[in-house]
């Protein structure tokens, strides 16, 4: 069976927690594939207000990520980090089914 579970780190559920408190209305980061970038797929980040009826929710430490039922076939078995280190800060997603992956880590192919 495949492992169709994504999760947090912790300095992703901490950053996702501070960026989220300090946005009105918003209460969740959505993660989403789509078609395009440099390796064939690219990860959207968007904060949000409202969960859709095929979102899976992920909480950890006062963070919400939602994901849609579509993009979580992409992201089975995933981590989601936040970086911050001499190339600046970022979200990164540890993905086991990318086969490639481009240099800004937001651009993948399976």
Not at 8 to 29: Q, T
Not at 49 to 76: F, P, W
């Amino acid at each position: 069976m495949t492992d169709t579970s994504v999760t947090l780190s912790d300095a992703a559920a901490k950053r996702i927690a501070a960026i989220v408190g300090a946005e009105s209305g918003k209460n969740a980061l959505r993660v989403s594939v789509e078609g395009g970038g440099c390796s064939g797929f690219s990860y959207k980040f968007d904060l949000t207000g409202d969960a859709r009826d095929d979102d899976i929710v992920i909480e950890k430490n006062n963070a919400k990520v939602l994901i849609d039922s579509l993009s979580l076939v992409y992201m089975a078995g995933s981590e989601i980090d936040f970086v911050d280190n001499l190339l600046g800060q970022s979200f990164q997603i540890k993905n086991p089914n990318a086969v490639a992956s481009c240099g800004c880590g937001t651009s993948f192919s399976i």
